[in-house]
Each structure stands twice: as structure tokens, then as C-alpha cells.
């Protein structure tokens, strides 16, 4: 059963770093063809693709954030962290983290974390 | 501004057949598959179709998705007061290397 879990923290003054932990179960992060997708989700808007990392440590940032966002994996704990600088109110939105089942399909999501940026 | 185009609303009552439309280019939905997710309030995304017209298990078969061209669209069919929820269309883009997500479309069941 494959489950994903986000945390972190809930504010974030402007300016700041992000970042998020997604833990992960019921799957190895190195076994070929796994991916784990970052999402985010401003309140009442659409979805929005971040970041992704494979289990060749291949990663892909989306164009419009790539220069504030790193993704990393760590397979002995489970884990793919999310950093993003520079934090903005605009940034302010629900961060999900989820599987990637193939062919660029998110097939397992984590509950998500909002994240707020105020001083 | 979402890369694929969805219509922001629709609506329909029980038992009726809705559909739900999403619109791309060359570079992501006339080259890519197309998937399909639906959320509840106030929670995470569920996926409802992917590779075009694939259900995953547990989905019921009221849900069918096709593509043609740059266009997509969700169908469903027997509609129920359950399935008042976002519907959002996805797709990897190739010019931006990564997937991409329409804008959402708000389904009211009336």
C-alpha cells in the first residue's frame, strides 16, 4: 500500500527558505521508473506542477519557479525534500506531494500541507 | 494562467451525462497522454483517468475519458449529488518538460 505524507513547516516569514519533507511507503525511491512530484495549490485555484525527481536521481523543476526550487531524495529514510527560496505571499498555497504511476500520471497523494507566508 | 483550458463550471442533475472539456496544444496534449483527477473539498486529488481513457481500479466505469488532437474530454455519465467536486486535466508538455494542469472546472450537481 503506497501512502506519502507531507510535513513541515505551516508559516514562513517573507523572504525565507521552504521546506518540505514527503515520506514515503510502500515503495523503494530507487527502483527503476519511480517518481515523487511536488504540487501546490493556492487557495480556491488550480493546481500547479513544481518539481519531480526519478529514481536516477533525474530531476525536472517547473520553468517559472526552477531557479528558487531543489528537490533531493534520500532512499534510506524514505524521504524527497522540497526547498524553495525566496518566499513570497503569493506563495501561499496547499503543497502535495504524490507518486508518479507513469507516462506523467500522479497516481498516489500525499494529504497535503498548507503553507503560509506573512510577517 | 493554466497551460491546458478547461471551462471553469458545469452543472447537471442527477442522472445526467455531463461532459467536461480540456484544451491544449502540440506539445502537450497532441503528443502526451491525458489524465484526468477529481477533488473533493477539502481534500487531495484522486487520480479518475489516465492515459487517455484508463480508470484506475476502483473508479466506476460512469467516469470515460477521450482525446482527439489537442482536446480532451471527461464524461460523466449517471451523474450523482457524490461527484460535486474540481475536475482537473493534466498532461506532460514537452517544450516545458514537466506536466502541466488545466485550470479546473467546478462540477455542480443541481
Known amino acids: 500500500q503506497i501512502t506519502l505524507k507531507e510535513s513541515g513547516p505551516t508559516l514562513v516569514r517573507p523572504t525565507q527558505t521552504l521546506t518540505l519533507t514527503c515520506t514515503v511507503s510502500?515503495?523503494?525511491?530507487?527502483?527503476?521508473?519511480?517518481?515523487v512530484g511536488w504540487i501546490r495549490q493556492p487557495p480556491g485555484k488550480a493546481l500547479e506542477w513544481l518539481a519531480l525527481?526519478?529514481?536516477?536521481?533525474?530531476?525536472r523543476y517547473s520553468p517559472s519557479l526552477k531557479n528558487r526550487l531543489t528537490i533531493t531524495k534520500d532512499a534510506s529514510k524514505n524521504q524527497v525534500v522540497l526547498t524553495l527560496t525566496n518566499m513570497d505571499p503569493v506563495d501561499t498555497a496547499t503543497y502535495f506531494c504524490?507518486?508518479?504511476?507513469?507516462?506523467?500520471?500522479?497516481?498516489?497523494w500525499g494529504q497535503g500541507t498548507l503553507v503560509t507566508v506573512s510577517s | 494562467q493554466s497551460v491546458l483550458t478547461q471551462p471553469p463550471s458545469a452543472s447537471g442533475t442527477p442522472g445526467q451525462r455531463v461532459t467536461i472539456s480540456c484544451s491544449g496544444g502540440?506539445?502537450?496534449?497532441?503528443?502526451?497522454?491525458v489524465n484526468w483527477y477529481q477533488q473533493l473539498p477539502g481534500t487531495a486529488p484522486r487520480l479518475l483517468i489516465y492515459?487517455?481513457?484508463q480508470r484506475p481500479s476502483g473508479v466506476p466505469d460512469r467516469f470515460s475519458g477521450s482525446k482527439s488532437g489537442t482536446s480532451a474530454s471527461l464524461a460523466i455519465s449517471g451523474l450523482q449529488s457524490e461527484d460535486e467536486a474540481d475536475y482537473y486535466c493534466?498532461?506532460?508538455?514537452?517544450?516545458?518538460?514537466?506536466?502541466?494542469f488545466g485550470g479546473g472546472t467546478k462540477l455542480t450537481v443541481l
Open positions: 492515459t487517455d481513457t
Open positions: 502540440r506539445s502537450n496534449i497532441g503528443a502526451k497522454t
Open positions: 525527481i526519478y529514481w536516477d536521481d533525474d530531476k
Open positions: 493534466a498532461a506532460w508538455d514537452d517544450s516545458l518538460n514537466g506536466p502541466v
Open positions: 504524490a507518486h508518479r504511476g507513469g507516462a506523467g500520471y500522479f497516481d498516489y
Open positions: 510502500g515503495f523503494s525511491l530507487t527502483t527503476g521508473g519511480v517518481g
